[in-house]
């Protein structure tokens, strides 16, 4: 059997692993071969089928994945998948921060759930329970640490007249974690934001996706004086003129 | 912020953009491919979580081994969407997977619901691919269909569709150069 007959099927997957092996060591010195296979995943990768954006949290969780991997030092801010200016002066609900301090409960419940992404826990099959450890455990880990952290700010974002509630961790490093949460999953097409009111103005922290579980971010803890969470549309946005669905503020 | 505008690069430096350590780099090459991963990872796996475990894992090997991509072996968008399909076939293969590719398999090898003509999305570009198909051999589609869709090595496939392997394996690749040569004609890819 010649090897360049395997090549087509090399090239989409079907080989045995014994034959794939065989195709693996010539295609390491022959020139020829290599670009056939090339050419066919070329091919290959215009059948696939339509594009399905995935949900945000699959960013959210890539993007933990590097922040992980990453010395704590290094650990860089949330990029939100559209660039957009993240600053900016002031908004419709920014004059209505005040007045929502008053009627914002403030508290430090730790409420450790095993839920949200261990959502994964519940479909039991091996490689799901294989990735989500790899995945999903360091993350928790790590937020759980900063959690017990000592010089931790922990706050505890809650609304105003539903039970929505979401627990935020922040270290003095500027590391930190949406941890726990009770917020409603929010369909494809939308977002959960964080927002920080910093020395009067309100700066995003960062693009949480639609069913946040443990999502770490940046965030330069001095003047922070208040977590606000919103909800946009997909990707996040600059400015926003939605009401918050969880707050906390500084007492 | 003094962010480089990445949206007018192109791949290639993309990912040399990557490789220097660039997550907004990262972002943008998610932007652009993220659905065509994601949805191939589905198509293959029928199921969201698994789907999207894989899409993640595609992202960040690309970051942790940028390497591994090298523009003068394809595109990116081919590079991720192998990546995506060997990973996914992997899972598939496995035998926790094996139900959902069972009908999976159903539907491929009678023919009935969609086929991967149906599959290719609408623009025109899909329109060219269409018709590169068209003039594929039914044994030549339905070997490739089962192959790249059903996550079959081609000795499955000769099973499955009662054919003697070495005529798979053969129509396997007479097909794929097949396409290759209409849509080369057809200006989609280079000669
Ligand atoms: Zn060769």
């Not at chain 1, 969780?61 to 949330?78: K, M, T």
């Not at chain 1, 329970?129 to 922990?154: G, K, Y």
Request: contains cysteine; glycine residues 8%; hydrophobic residues 45%.
């Amino acid at each position: 059997m010649k090897v360049e007959e395997l090549l087509g099927a090399y090239a989409l997957d079907a080989l045995d692993e014994d034959e794939r092996l065989l195709v693996d060591r010539h295609l390491s010195t022959c020139d020829s071969c290599r670009e056939e296979v090339r050419d066919h995943r070329e091919v290959a990768a215009l059948l696939a089928p339509p594009p399905i954006p995935p949900p945000d949290r699959v960013w959210g969780r890539i993007l933990a994945g590097i922040a992980v991997a990453a010395p704590a030092d290094e650990l860089a801010p949330v990029v939100p998948l559209r660039r957009r200016e993240r600053r900016f002066e002031s908004t419709r609900w920014l004059a209505g921060a005040a007045a929502a301090v008053a009627v914002v409960a403030l508290g430090v419940t730790v409420v450790v759930q095993s839920g949200r992404i261990g959502s994964l826990d519940d479909q039991v099959t091996a490689q799901q329970q294989e990735i989500a450890a790899f995945q999903a455990d360091p993350l928790r880990q790590a937020a759980t640490a900063a959690l017990e952290d000592p010089n931790a700010r922990i706050a505890d974002l809650t609304a105003e007249d539903t039970e929505a509630r979401m627990q935020i961790v922040l270290l003095p490093d500027g590391t930190g974690y949406v941890f726990e949460n009770t917020m409603t999953p929010l369909p494809d097409e939308a977002t959960y934001q964080l927002w920080a009111l910093v020395d009067d103005r309100i700066i995003s922290a960062g693009v949480l996706g639609n069913d946040p579980g443990v999502v770490p971010f940046h965030l330069d803890p001095a003047g922070v004086q208040g977590l606000v969470v919103t909800e946009e549309v997909a990707g996040g946005v600059a400015q926003s003129e939605s009401d918050p669905v969880v707050a906390w503020f500084e007492a | 912020m003094g962010a480089q505008d990445w949206s007018n690069t192109e791949d290639a430096a993309l990912a040399a953009a990557i490789g220097d350590a660039s997550q907004e780099a990262l972002a943008e090459v998610y932007n652009r491919h993220s659905g065509a991963v994601h949805g191939l990872a589905r198509r293959i796996l029928r199921d969201e979580t698994l789907a999207e475990e894989i899409t993640q894992e595609v992202f960040l090997r690309l970051w942790n081994n940028p390497n591994k991509f090298d523009a003068q072996r394809g595109s990116l968008r081919s590079f991720l969407l192998a990546h995506t399909h060997g990973r996914s076939v992997d899972l598939i293969r496995s035998e926790s997977a094996r139900r959902t590719r069972e009908d999976n398999d159903a539907r491929l090898a009678t023919g009935a619901g969609q086929n991967i003509e149906d599959e290719v999305w609408s623009t025109a570009l899909a329109d060219q691919v269409r018709e590169a198909l068209s003039a594929l051999g039914e044994g030549e589609r339905r070997a490739i269909e089962l192959a790249y869709f059903g996550g079959h090595t081609y000795r499955e496939v000769a099973d499955l569709l009662g054919e003697p392997e070495g005529t798979v394996k053969s129509r396997i690749r007479s097909g794929m150069k097949r396409l290759r040569q209409s849509l080369t004609a057809a200006g989609v890819t280079q000669a």
